[in-house]
């Protein structure tokens, strides 16, 4: 449904829904979607938002369930038409869809007061809010105010597919109160409109050659979060209020600038005041750590209430990890906490420059670290169903979506093997079944695009790493090793669902291993050796168990010595300023995921733990509290993508690794102890529950304990154990 025709379908629009129903129950539930942003409220409390992010021919509706008395009721909801593409949600005809169990009778009216098209946070996000509150319809969410005038809503076809329901639970509403860190009064120097993130800058916050002409309150929410400023203040009409977010201070104070935007950028909300006290919510979810407010007025400006309401789709962790060393806890739960924040209707790369649904960000290292944290993987399995259904027309799945989705041919390697990953760590095999025929269709798109030499760099963007130096030849070597491992996981997938196929993966992967191993073996005789195969390769070599015995030393080596000759291994080594920067002296948290890996499964525990205490223990000396994007402040102050050590702590060090693909509740033991003494944590079961663990090295060995509230299986040396209850026994050391 929407207005009548004509009405409010220009972007940038904003509509007032109002729904009356009757209940003869305690609850209410609502199955809601919507073309862009919306929030809900029931008999004027906040109670909802979405829309879950869907693709044009796969919508999917959010079930909300809603407690309430018999009785009438009103439902408000606040559309917002943004009307354009964004990394979110690509651009459609704007509609609501409600379906109650009640019938339920809408009206609507398009909202007065917005400027519309005027400024989007950056030209992957929506709009942002410009409102002249004086033109508003007032408190339209309340149950009493009159609608009797108000056009009934019409019915719309917005061009979708068929609406079904979405597989994962409502983004949670965290409501955070704040107290300001730093406040003072301001006046205005630059003055004009047409550029407000500018003006908001430079703001003399300090007036001394003029009077002041308001007053303005700096606040630290933590942690760089998802969400909307909810402030309710007292000001004379006519005031001009402003929320800017951003993921650190510049020169000390508050700004609306997202670096590395790739466009310009305007991370604030701009509102006139009705007069009087008024609440601020702004509609657009907006991310930063620092939120700083600007009150220009003439006259007294109360601060009735400072809050603000973090979106998120993840609560406090499951899980957990204890090592005896402070440093590495932290650096566990920093971790945690990065996803939290970046866990949105999607896991998405970051809450503030992008929010986009990345699927090597959610192949690699957020699924993993999820599957320490909580039981409830939704949003991974969402993460890997939304590229295949926005598969190019060769059948490569997409790299990034779905709103501009873009196409990235090592994203799409990863995307089939995180596929079986994904069946390891849940037992889904549901998933590989629904998406068999899509990997065969991306496979297809790589194989169209293989020669002799490998997969040509006309599939996509072959992006292995920020800094990566691609080597010479016809083929990308890291971009094979990616797609060795997808024909690898091919081979299992298809064996766990027993499916047919006309495509031999087998002879796939061993075609492509032989083109890899020449091309290595190649290098391996000229006098660098491994250092002219490159760090990255070595390490997605090793990974894949192309590293012959007798050459595995030296490839460590060489990755240890790439290593430890990057900053901020080495503070004399290259800098990554910015994405166009490559230089072969580089490492990052991201492509962690697959070294630390590799050097983890070839014993070298204590090298990984003392890379994870000077390079990420870097990375928290600025007081930062979520990870940087790369080893570099100048990037993103909020990346999933960095906190590999949270699941390799869990994994590798507590020593439980999932199979589930052997059986339900299934698990490896292996503990990579190095030199700690013990361990101890929760591992999340994604059945629910969790399986508390705890170790102890001692002359003997290690002794590993294990306490579960339901089975489990353990395989130990080849030898399956079924644990019901407690279960201890003496580890090789």
């Known amino acids: 449904m929407w207005c009548a025709k004509g009405v409010a379908e220009e972007p940038d629009s904003h509509v007032a829904f109002r729904g009356h129903l009757q209940t003869t129950t305690g609850e209410l539930s609502l199955n809601l979607l919507g073309a862009s942003e919306y929030m809900v409220w029931l008999d004027g409390k906040l109670v909802a938002e979405g829309p879950p992010r869907f693709t044009l021919k796969h919508p999917e509706y959010q079930n909300h369930v809603l407690h309430t008395t018999p009785g009438s009721h009103v439902l408000a909801v606040h559309v917002h038409h943004e009307g354009v593409s964004t990394s979110q949600l690509p651009a459609m005809k704007p509609f609501l869809w409600c379906q109650g169990d009640v019938p339920i009778e809408w009206r609507c009216t398009p909202l007065p007061g917005y400027r ?15 409102l002249d509150t004086r033109e508003s319809l007032g408190d339209w969410q309340a149950p009493a105010f009159d609608d009797s005038a108000w056009p009934k809503a019409e019915a719309t076809n917005p061009g979708i597919g068929d609406i079904t329901a979405a597989k994962i639970q409502p983004v949670r509403q965290n409501p955070i109160d704040l107290r300001p860190i730093a406040s003072g009064k301001l006046t205005e120097n630059y003055g004009y409109e047409g550029d407000p993130a500018v003006r908001f800058f430079l703001r003399d916050l300090d007036p001394k050659d003029h009077p002041a002409q ?5 606040y630290d929410l933590g942690r760089v979060r998802l969400g909307r400023p909810d402030f309710t203040l007292d000001l004379p009409a006519g ?6 977010l951003c993921e650190e201070l510049r020169h000390g104070r508050g700004h609306p600038f997202i670096t ?6 305007c991370n604030l909300d701009h509102y006139i005041a009705k007069g009087g006290p008024q609440e601020f919510l702004p509609i657009l979810p907006k991310g930063g ?14 601060f009735l209430k400072e809050g603000y309401l973090e979106r998120t789709y993840y609560g406090d962790p499951q899980g957990s990890f204890d090592c005896g060393d402070a440093l590495l806890n932290k650096i566990w739960k920093v971790g945690v906490d990065t996803v939290r924040a970046c866990s949105d209707d999607a896991l998405t790369d970051c809450p503030t420059r992008e929010r986009a649904e990345w699927t090597g960000d959610v192949a690699s290292v957020a699924t993993d670290i999820c599957a320490v944290a909580w039981s409830d993987l939704s949003l991974s399995r969402k993460g890997l169903v939304q590229p295949a259904q926005g598969a190019r027309e060769d059948g490569l799945v997409a790299g990034v979506g779905p709103g501009q989705p873009g196409y990235l041919s090592t994203y799409a390697a990863q995307w089939a093997t995180a596929c079986y990953h994904y069946f390891q760590l849940t037992g889904d095999k549901e998933l590989l079944q629904e998406l068999w025929p899509a990997a065969e269709r991306n496979i297809a798109a790589f194989e169209a695009q293989t020669t002799a030499d490998g997969v040509k760099d006309d599939l996509g963007w072959a992006f292995v790493d920020w800094g990566y130096v691609r080597n010479e030849g016809p083929s990308d070597m890291a971009l094979n090793l990616h797609y060795l491992r997808a024909l690898r996981s091919m081979i299992q997938w298809q064996q766990a669902i027993g499916a047919s196929s006309s495509v031999d993966y087998e002879k796939l992967s061993a075609n492509m291993e032989g083109i890899i191993r020449k091309w290595i073996n190649a290098r391996l005789k000229e006098p660098a050796g491994w250092h002219n195969v490159g760090f990255h390769r070595a390490a997605l070599a090793l990974l894949s168990g192309l590293v012959q015995p007798n050459e595995t030393k030296a490839c460590v080596d060489e990755i240890k010595k790439h290593l430890l000759s990057c900053f901020p291994n080495d503070p004399n080594g290259p800098r990554l300023s910015d994405p166009g920067f490559a230089d072969p002296r580089v490492m990052t948290p991201y492509f962690g995921h697959f070294a630390m890996t590799a050097l983890l499964e070839h014993g070298e525990t204590d090298f990984v733990l003392g890379q994870y205490r000077k390079c990420w223990g870097w990375a928290l000396t600025g007081g930062y509290t979520t990870w940087l994007e790369v080893f570099d402040t100048r990037w993103s102050h909020c990346h999933e993508w960095s906190g590999c050590p949270t699941w390799q702590l869990s994994r590798f060090v507590l020593g439980l690794r999932s199979r589930f693909d052997l059986g339900e509740n299934t698990f490896d033991v292996k503990v990579s102890a190095g030199s700690l003494t013990h361990a101890s944590g929760d591992v999340p079961l994604p059945t629910g529950g969790v399986i ?8 003997k060995g290690v002794r590993f304990e294990v306490r579960t509230d339901r089975p489990i299986h353990l395989r130990i040396g080849g ?10 026994t003496t580890l090789a050391g």
């Open 239 to 244: 005031a001009t209020v402003e929320f800017a």
């Open 719 to 728: 030898k399956d154990t079924l644990v019901t209850d407690r279960f201890e």
């Open 116 to 130: 519309q098209r005027h400024r989007r946070v950056n030209e992957i996000q929506g709009w942002i809010d410009w």
């Open 214 to 218: 308001g007053v303005w309150r700096r």
């Open 692 to 699: 508390h663990v705890k170790w102890t090295k001692s002359g």
């Open 289 to 302: 750590r620092f939120l700083e407010v600007h009150v220009l007025a003439n006259g007294s400006v109360k």
């Open 260 to 265: 590395l935007s790739g466009s310009p950028t």
